[in-house]
């Protein structure tokens, strides 16, 4: 599950991400995404809530490593004052800060330039209504249609790699011969793998009929993901490592289990990802598209809601009031949807 879902967002085509060691962290994350497909423009509202300061080697939602028990001072208060001074650095789910700054000064020039076509602009802390210290940013690209051609150059490189292309068919469960054929016929044509056509966002999976039916509907009847992320904690010992005994009887399931390292299947994984920002399947000639936004459509909303840690948290409003921030306490549910719509139309 940790692989699963993680590499939804660091790993492949993403893998030239700048990853940072999260010092400030947070309990729970929504996202606002609209598509603007006469402006070819993508606007994504983050709003983090329980934001704390964490511990030097910090739990995250995947569990990769348990606290340390002492605070990590120097690592927030470093990481504070960029956000504050403006630095676009953007939490993504799982605990893992991205640091556009060090994407755009990197050596892979496409990655940089996809780097540079976003904008980060940040909002103001606040307390919510259960008194949780929060925060918001807006997160926009413009001529999408550029990013998305080096979004789809870099998934090419990776599909074009054995262990590229057998995570891909296993991310979408199109193992099956036929699916296998259809991959193969689509690398080697060399046609775009995502795209926006006619005001939508599409992903083309290539795949057998049946396998294209099968994945339509795990989408559709798909967990929510912080049920996958509550099974996967219950699963962990207290100190976070994986349970000595394997439950599944099926030899194939515990190989299978042993050799990815994930407890939940990884295309349960993926559709359950899918389904959350709202994707829907049509079926093409080769297999399905994946119509990932809409512009018709309202601006979809995706809330992140794990079961907490039982790590230490330290306050992060003594960080706050040593550099005089202010901490609003007037932002409402109602305030942010304006704000949305604001930068939108700007």
């Known amino acids: 599950m940790r692989r699963a879902l993680r590499g939804l967002f ?16 947070f309990d729970e994350q929504e996202f606002v995404v609209a598509y ?54 953007v939490g993504l789910p799982g605990g893992m800060p991205l640091d556009l700054v060090e994407l755009r000064e990197g050596k892979d020039e496409r990655a940089a330039t996809l780097a540079r076509a976003f904008t980060v602009d940040h909002g103001k802390f606040f307390r919510d209504g259960a008194g949780r210290l929060c925060g918001w940013q807006h997160l926009q690209v413009r001529d999408l249609h550029a990013s998305l051609e080096l979004v789809d150059a870099l998934l090419k490189e990776e599909l074009a790699t ?20 259809r991959f193969d016929a689509a690398l080697a044509k060399k046609g775009r793998w995502i795209e926006a056509v006619d005001g939508a966002l599409l992903w083309h999976v290539p795949a057998s009929e049946e396998a294209a039916r099968a994945l339509a509907k795990r989408i559709e009847t798909a967990p929510s993901i912080e049920s996958l992320i509550e099974a996967e904690a219950k699963a962990q010992k207290p100190d976070g490592s994986e349970p000595t005994s394997a439950k599944p009887d099926a030899k194939a399931e515990a190989q299978r289990e042993r050799e990815s390292g994930d407890r939940v299947d990884r295309a349960v994984a993926t559709a359950a990802m899918l389904h959350a920002i709202g994707t829907a399947t049509k079926p093409t000639p080769t297999g399905a598209d994946l119509i990932l936004w809409d512009s018709r459509r309202a601006p979809q909303h995706v809330a992140l809601r794990p079961p907490l840690p ?4 330290w306050d992060l409003a003594p960080h706050l009031e040593k550099r005089d921030v202010e901490v609003r306490t007037d932002v409402t549910d109602e305030t942010l949807r304006r704000d949305f719509d604001e930068r939108r139309a700007r």
């Open 10 to 25: 660091a790993s492949g085509a993403l893998a030239t991400l700048a990853l940072l060691a999260g010092c400030l962290e």
């Open 36 to 89: 603007d497909g006469k402006r070819d423009q993508l606007d994504v509202q983050v709003v983090y809530r329980g934001l704390h300061s964490d511990a030097k080697s910090s739990w995250s939602w995947f569990g990769d490593s348990p606290p340390t028990g002492v605070e990590d001072v120097a690592g927030t208060d470093e990481q504070l004052d960029q956000l504050l001074a403006g630095r676009p650095i």
């Open 162 to 181: 054995p262990g590229g292309a057998r995570e891909f068919r296993r991310s979408f469960g199109c193992e099956d011969a036929e699916s296998v054929r």
């Open 310 to 313: 039982a790590g230490k948290h």
